[in-house]
């Protein structure tokens, strides 16, 4: 972000209960200046106006602390010379349009996590937890008579399948027996034009 010897507010929406850790850093402050002309005055307040951290005169720092409320955390930062005030003075529109122009870049991190209490306010309720539980209940059941039903089924398969083989060698062995009775009546048959024909002298 780029700032200026006027104050610049921006703010962060932040859950209750997160961690907020972050650092910020002057653009340019290392580049072989012993005593960099400016410096960053950060202030850090919570949604209900308490000051939470106050940076002065740096050209680098960390902040850090816990949201014991939701909402907007404003962040204050503006530049000084080093025998400058703590606080950003108004001054003439002339002396105003003068500042306006010594702007820095400031590098500004954020880093936002969850703390115990927070998961412990996500954990599920006792209500949560017996619904969850009947609902649970209820895929069991569920299952069951779906296992119930497949059990039938194949029991049923099962005697389908011994029928089809029952039928099948029943249906095998009245073919043989019928391919056995024909085999007979032929022979029988040949056996009787053979017999007639010898008895009228034709063979």
Request: hydrophobic share 40%; with cysteine.
């Amino acid at each position: 972000m780029e700032v200026s010897r006027q104050a610049k507010c921006v703010g962060k929406e932040i859950p209750k209960y997160a961690l907020v850790a972050g650092s910020y850093r002057v653009v340019g402050a290392e580049d072989g200046d012993a005593e960099p002309p400016f410096k960053v005055h950060l202030q850090l307040t919570s949604p209900e106006g308490k000051q939470l951290h106050y940076g002065q005169r740096q050209t680098e720092g960390h902040f850090g602390f816990r949201a014991d409320e939701a909402g907007d955390f404003t962040l204050c930062v503006w530049l000084s010379r080093g025998t400058e005030r703590d606080v950003p003075a108004a001054g003439s529109a002339r002396a105003g349009r003068s500042k306006a122009r010594e702007r820095r870049k400031l590098d500004v991190a954020w880093r936002v996590g969850k703390s115990h209490e927070a998961h412990l306010s996500e954990a599920p309720k006792k209500e949560q937890i017996e619904t969850f539980d009947s609902e649970l209940r209820m895929l069991e059941n569920m299952v069951a008579s779906v296992e119930a039903e497949l059990a039938f089924f194949h029991e049923r398969e099962t005697e389908m399948r011994d029928m089809v083989s029952v039928t099948h060698f029943r249906v095998t062995c009245i073919s043989l027996a019928s391919l056995l009775v024909c085999i007979f009546l032929a022979a029988l048959q040949f056996w009787h034009y053979k017999t007639f024909f010898q008895h009228k002298k034709l063979l």
